[in-house]
């Protein structure tokens, strides 16, 4: 029962043996062209964010400021300033401002600036921080950035894995014990999905850290960090505990619900009473028979869930004190470091993108109309 | 008419959706209610009053009611005087003339003290009403075992507010204990574990005044541990009032929101599925750029640059859901009745494309859609207290979301202030599950097959 959607492969491949080949170049194909729309896609996106950030000028008026402030500071430290006149000195500071502008690109018209930015994100060469830095004392966005970054992708995939698969074996399991008591209460359950898993995280505290004490308040390792690689690992576990179990919580009753229901519609197919007639065991008919048919959707399912996921994370990080990208953007948001917030949804963006992409290529591999090509070119 | 009683008497099958629809029922009517008793200028005038208006009020004091649970009996706050307000036997006012110049003006306060647990603070609010020489008053603690404690000699000159935990003098004369603790505690007791010592104090304020005119009124306040219902925050504010606000908020915002995107999802979804061709292929894409909008950064940025008002904030988010992926449900179902002969006939009668469109086809889809419709209500609710967890709640409103977020940044959890976190999470928590208890069952009712999609 361990890998049941799994040996879904042999089992497609040795009844077309003979188009393998074409399989492996229609699923290349299919995920070219997806890698350049979804690329394209990304594109937009963070054009559109950057659009919104900037909406009437406020992040040149922020940059401005910025470099008025730090102009005027520079000029007090100027030794030539005290012989110049009032006047002089006006001249002096606005031409000093000007050239900043001119450094920054902030004289040229907004729709270039915008193109100029836009390539800067992509590429998350976004300049420097004002107020931020990396923990490893860099104030370049992107080091802030990508430094965050391992952090939320460790707890966002085990999160994922965890909740897929306990998803899809208990809902399978439902679906087979349909109206069981263990059934009514998942269903009954379902609703709990309501809340977002900050808002669990925030019960979890109350009830496991400060009333119990089992588990930490939050953060990635205890402090001082242990020096043994396994009593890292260890403490980083016992730090996950919480906010794993909160993002989990939240969403597996739904998800259970969902597929559950799915998979019921499925089982009372004509072609499953038929293999059911047939004889067959339950596990071969669970997975050729409803795993099979059922797996798109279900994946489909799943990268929505996915992206409610990476947007929660910004809460949950803060709640819990996780040092991912969820908490720098809030922390960046708190203190308007204009760079660092672009920058982190510059990230989510192409997260969410790198993510469908990946959701792309499960679905060309177990989707059996693009392994086929479609309806038409099938045959060739 | 008949197709909602027909609903309604598909829905009454289900406990659960009976269950919701009675808490959905009880929100809109407590809703109602608080947006009469309190209006909305008052409700923003309190909550963003700043210390002022709540000064009578303990700081992070829990609700009364924990008082009910066995072995807990917290203190309440005390608020006695000026005389003529309260009762006679509490606040007794004498005046008495000295000489021709010193006239004797005596409060004194009495009250009995049963708690367990000491009093948070004391304060003395004095007020003077003079023309040249300042009254001089001075204040004495009678404890009920008949001690007597100086507390501090005070000229007033206007309002003058003497807080018992800042006398210094007052603290070493009680052997360094905080005057809190040190006057009402139980000498009998051991120092490390101070217990009140229950039964009738008494504060003496002796007030000397020079004029015959002059006057010194005295309003005593002993700060307990709980009050209200619902107790009250860092600012000492009365947290009923954010939580009664906060229903016909979150009502409001979760409501509008489900409306909103799920009324615009649909007419994109019609107009795509009805004109076909480039504009719905435009529209597809535009839904998968849409899949990979961050939405809740964007939400943020905008609380950030522009505005935090929950009115921008709920704007936002429909424009930024138009195309949510909910287009690709109904897109489904409109290409199936798109083929229906009616539409034929609209045609042939000469109808145009948006009378078909906003006449023919949404009307068709729009009980399918009733469910998923009522179940996003509350996730509306909770972004909103997601929005204001970030520190981005509306900067006016009291909201549950800003509740937790107070909560959350003074450290509620850390320090034990339980019912800060727990009152606004239970209510978002009830009414969440009332609407989702009442969508699904909506869901097994309107379209058990239709979950497939």
Same mark, same amino acid.
């Not at chain 1, 923990?135 to 104030?139: A, E, N, V």
């Not at chain 1, 379902?190 to 977002?196: I, K, V, Y």
């Not at chain 2, 520190?391 to 900067?395: C, E, M, R, S, Y």
């Given at each position: 029962m361990t890998d049941a959607a799994l040996p879904l492969q042999p089992g497609a491949e040795s009844g077309e043996r003979q188009q393998t080949q074409s399989t492996l170049a229609r699923v290349v194909h299919y995920t070219g062209l997806r890698m350049v729309a979804l690329f394209v896609t990304v594109l937009i996106g963070v054009y559109l964010t950057i659009l919104i950030a900037n909406m009437g000028g406020h992040v040149d008026d922020i940059r401005r400021n910025y470099i008025r402030e730090q102009v005027a500071i520079s000029l007090g430290f #100027? *030794? #030539?300033?005290?012989?110049?006149t009032a006047e002089e000195r006006r001249e002096h500071a606005e031409k000093l401002v000007a050239l900043q502008e001119k450094r920054m690109g902030l004289d040229q018209p907004f729709l270039l600036r915008s193109f100029r930015f836009l390539l800067g994100a992509m590429t998350l060469n976004?300049? %420097?921080?004002?107020n931020m830095s990396s923990? +490893?004392? +860099?104030?370049q966005v992107r080091n802030i950035i990508l430094e965050r970054l391992p952090a939320t992708i460790l707890l966002f995939s085990t999160t994922f894995f965890l909740s897929f698969f306990v998803q899809l074996f208990v809902s399978l399991y439902l679906s087979r014990n349909y109206g069981s008591l263990i059934d009514r209460v998942i269903v009954a359950l379902? *609703?709990? +999905?309501?809340? *977002?898993s900050w808002f669990y995280g925030l019960f979890f505290i109350l009830l496991f850290a400060a009333l119990l004490g089992w588990f930490p308040f939050g953060g990635l390792v205890s402090a001082p960090p242990p020096d043994t690689t396994t009593g890292y690992a260890l403490s980083v576990l016992n730090h996950m505990v919480l906010p794993v179990t909160a993002t989990f919580l939240s969403s597996i009753f739904l998800g259970i619900y969902g597929s559950r229901t799915f998979f019921l519609i499925f089982s009372n197919a004509d072609y499953v009473d038929m293999a059911r007639a047939k004889g067959l065991p339950d596990r071969v008919i669970e997975r050729r028979y409803i795993l099979r048919p059922t797996m798109p959707t279900i994946v489909t399912g799943l990268a929505l869930s996915i992206i409610g996921l990476w947007f929660g994370s910004i809460v949950l990080e803060t709640i819990f004190n996780w040092p991912g990208l969820g908490r720098l953007f809030y922390l960046a948001a708190n203190i308007f470091e204009t760079a660092v917030i672009v920058g982190s949804t510059v990230i989510y963006a192409y997260l969410l993108g790198i993510t469908v992409f990946f959701l792309d290529i499960v679905y060309a591999l177990i989707d059996p109309r693009v392994k086929v090509g479609g309806n038409s070119g099938g045959q060739s | 008419m008949t197709a909602i009683r027909r609903t309604l008497a598909a829905l009454s099958q289900y406990p659960s959706a009976v269950a919701g629809l009675a808490i959905i029922a009880a929100m809109v009517f407590f809703s109602i209610y608080t947006v009469i008793a309190i209006p909305y200028s008052e409700a923003v005038n309190l909550w963003r009053g700043g210390e002022g208006v709540w000064l009578e009020n303990p700081r992070t004091a829990m609700p009364i %009611?924990?008082?009910?649970? *066995?072995?807990v009996n917290q203190p309440e706050t005390i608020i006695l005087g000026p005389a003529g307000e309260t009762d006679v036997d509490s606040v007794r006012k004498t005046r008495e003339i000295v000489s021709e110049e010193i006239t004797d003006v005596i409060t004194t306060f009495t009250f009995d003290f049963t708690a367990d647990e000491f009093p948070q603070e004391i304060s003395l609010f004095l007020r003077s009403e003079h023309e040249q020489k300042r009254p001089l008053v001075s204040l004495t603690w009678l404890t009920p075992d008949g001690r007597e404690i100086r507390i501090a000699d005070v000229t007033v000159e206007g309002p003058v507010t003497v807080r018992f935990s800042q006398e210094e003098k007052l603290e070493r004369r009680l052997d360094g204990v905080r005057p809190e603790i040190g006057l009402f505690a139980d000498p009998a007791a051991s120092e490390d574990d101070p217990r009140p010592l229950k039964g009738t104090y008494q504060l003496v304020a002796a007030g000397l005044v020079f004029e015959d005119d002059a006057d010194v009124d005295a309003r005593l306040v002993v700060y307990g541990q709980v009050y209200g219902l619902a107790g009250t925050d860092h600012l000492r504010r009365d947290l009923t009032l954010a939580l009664m606000w906060g229903m016909p908020v979150a009502l409001a915002f979760g409501l509008m929101a489900a409306v909103g995107t799920s009324i615009s999802t649909l007419i994109m979804a019609a107009i795509g599925v009805w004109f076909g061709g480039i504009v719905d292929a435009t529209i597809q894409r535009i839904t998968e750029v849409n899949l990979i909008l961050p939405v809740l950064p964007i939400l943020i940025m905008i609380g950030i640059f522009y505005s935090r008002s929950i009115w921008v904030m709920l704007g936002a988010l429909i424009v930024l859901s138009v195309f949510s992926s909910g287009i690709k449900t109904s897109r489904a179902i409109f290409l199936q009745i798109k083929e229906d002969p009616y539409f034929e006939a609209a045609r042939a009668y000469g109808a145009g494309n948006f009378r078909i469109i906003f006449l023919y086809l949404i009307p068709r889809i729009i009980p399918t859609l009733v469910p998923g419709f009522v179940v996003a209500i509350p996730s509306f609710v909770f972004v909103e207290a997601t929005l204001a967890v970030l520190?981005?709640? #509306?900067?006016l409103l009291p909201t549950w979301g800003k509740v937790l977020s107070d909560a959350r940044v003074n450290d509620a959890l850390y320090q034990g202030h339980y019912y800060w976190v727990l009152e606004p999470a239970a209510l978002l928590l009830i009414s969440g599950i009332g609407f989702a208890m009442v969508g699904f069952a909506l869901d097994r009712v309107f379209n058990p097959r239709l979950r497939e999609l």
């Open positions: #100027d *030794p #030539d300033i005290k012989n110049m976004l300049g %420097w921080a004002d923990d +490893s004392g +860099s104030r379902a *609703p709990t +999905s309501a809340a *977002p | %009611w924990v008082n009910l649970f *066995p072995g520190n981005l709640g #509306d900067p």
